[in-house]
């Protein structure tokens, strides 16, 4: 196999996010040398022209990912839900999320909190699947990176399900995570999801049109080791495939 690399952007207003800049986009894809160049262009040219405005900071970086460290996993299984309100759609994500793992506490307390966020995060809440509390730390969250698909005709053609499907799917492939919640802080993308049991979840109105708040919260198990979920989710290469 040709030597494969990660090529990741980040893309904030105001300076970097770092001292204070407000985040305007983020991706990230696996590719091959010859790829490289084409990606880059195609990722800053997404953040130079995006729903949330336009970046005047861009960071763009390359790093080779050795083949021996490389995850394959299988994507989730996607259903299709209808929701005509935004209390309808939270109220399916309870009915979707809770059971053995996860309490209809924990579902409804990650709601609270990404409601009640006054701006977005860069990364994921984690919180525990019975008692609902927030168990990371800080205002950045936990950023899920270094993942891709080489299966990307199989997923689908919108972009925002494409991205949203391949990180779900290493989020749940995560040792102790037993679901997700999120929707997005496009202001024009009101389509969310809950990620539960090896499937995704697709439903509209989880947010009001025009909003730009949106974030994404881990339900993971009591006692399970954090800073090992976080590290695979942040450092480990995954490749998603059908």
Same mark, same amino acid.
């Given at each position: 196999?040709?030597?494969?690399?990660?090529?990741?952007?980040?893309?904030?207003?105001?300076?970097?996010?770092?001292?204070?800049?407000?985040? =305007?986009?983020?991706?990230?894809?696996?590719?091959?040398? &010859?790829?490289?160049?084409? *990606?880059?262009?195609?990722?800053?040219?997404?953040?130079?022209?995006?729903?949330?405005?336009?970046?005047?900071? *861009?960071?763009?970086?390359?790093?080779? *990912?050795?083949?021996?460290?490389?995850?394959?996993?299988?994507?989730?299984?996607? &259903?299709?839900? #209808?929701? &005509?309100?935004?209390?309808?759609?939270?109220?399916?994500?309870?009915?979707?999320?809770?059971?053995?793992? *996860? @309490?209809?506490?924990?579902?409804?307390?990650?709601?609270?909190?990404?409601?009640?966020?006054? @701006?977005?995060?860069?990364?994921?809440?984690?919180?525990?699947?019975?008692?609902?509390?927030? =168990?990371?730390?800080?205002?950045?969250?936990?950023?899920?990176?270094?993942?891709?698909? #080489?299966?990307?005709?199989?997923?689908?053609?919108?972009?925002?399900?494409?991205?949203?499907?391949?990180?779900?799917?290493?989020?749940?492939?995560?040792?102790?995570?037993?679901?997700?919640?999120?929707?997005?802080?496009?202001?024009?993308?009101?389509?969310?999801?809950?990620?539960? &049991?090896? =499937?995704?979840?697709?439903?509209?109105?989880?947010?009001?049109?025009?909003?730009?708040?949106?974030?994404?919260?881990?339900?993971?198990?009591?006692?399970?080791?954090?800073?090992?979920?976080?590290?695979?989710?942040?450092?480990?290469?995954?490749?998603?495939?059908?």
């Amino acid at each position: 196999m040709d030597e494969l690399y990660s090529v990741r952007m980040r893309a904030a207003q105001g300076g970097p996010h770092e001292n204070g800049g407000h985040h =305007i986009s983020g991706a990230e894809r696996i590719v091959t040398l &010859n790829q490289v160049g084409a *990606i880059a262009q195609s990722l800053a040219e997404r953040a130079l022209h995006h729903s949330k405005g336009t970046a005047d900071f *861009i960071n763009i970086t390359v790093d080779l *990912i050795p083949s021996e460290t490389i995850t394959y996993i299988e994507c989730l299984k996607v &259903n299709e839900h #209808f929701a &005509n309100t935004v209390a309808e759609a939270h109220q399916l994500a309870v009915e979707l999320l809770q059971g053995a793992d *996860i @309490s209809e506490t924990a579902v409804k307390h990650a709601i609270y909190l990404l409601e009640g966020l006054d @701006s977005s995060m860069r990364g994921a809440m984690l919180v525990d699947a019975i008692s609902g509390e927030r =168990i990371d730390s800080g205002n950045r969250g936990v950023r899920v990176s270094h993942m891709d698909s #080489f299966d990307s005709e199989k997923l689908g053609d919108n972009e925002h399900m494409r991205e949203a499907l391949v990180l779900a799917s290493k989020v749940q492939s995560a040792e102790g995570i037993v679901g997700e919640l999120c929707w997005s802080d496009d202001p024009d993308y009101t389509v969310g999801y809950v990620a539960c &049991n090896d =499937i995704y979840h697709r439903i509209p109105s989880m947010k009001e049109f025009g909003s730009n708040l949106g974030g994404r919260v881990f339900f993971v198990k009591t006692n399970t080791d954090v800073d090992c979920v976080i590290k695979y989710l942040e450092k480990a290469p995954v490749l998603v495939q059908r």
